[in-house]
Nanobody, 116 residues
Framework: QVQLVESGGGLVQPGGSLRLSCAAS????????IGWFRQAPGKEREFVAA????????YYADSVKGRFTLSRDNAKNTVYLQMNSLKPEDTAVYYC?????????WGQGTQVTVSS
């Protein structure tokens, strides 16, 4: 059973930065296509970024391209999301999981709030 634990969220002013972490246990991520997603209040969950572990191809939603950077640490079985130039519209709970179904059990996510 895979467990995903997201961390690193918080309150930040517009233009600020945060680094999110997604630590996985129970299974190595190196055979999967892993994504970051976010869900704002009253909205559906949306794709943010993803990495195809084999090959290292990385994909970003247009809304975060140029501001967010996804990276991985094989040894720690962890995926990171460096978020720069944050905007109020980036406010959401951020989750990591497989890019497509069948999903792993969802973690609790980490809250990111961008506000002055």
């Amino acid at each position: 059973q895979v467990q995903l634990v997201e961390s690193g969220g918080g309150l930040v002013q517009p233009g600020g930065s945060l680094r999110l972490s997604c630590a996985a246990s129970g299974r190595a991520l190196n055979n999967y296509f892993i994504g970051w997603f976010r869900q704002a209040p009253g909205k559906e969950r949306e794709f943010v970024a993803a990495i195809r572990w084999t090959g290292g191809n990385i994909y970003y939603a247009d809304s975060v391209k140029g501001r967010f950077t996804l990276s991985r640490d094989n040894a720690k079985n962890t995926v990171y999301l460096q978020m720069n130039s944050l905007k109020p519209e980036d406010t959401a709970v951020y989750y990591c999981n497989r890019y497509a179904q069948p999903y792993f059990p969802w973690g609790q996510g980490t809250q990111v709030t961008v506000s002055s």
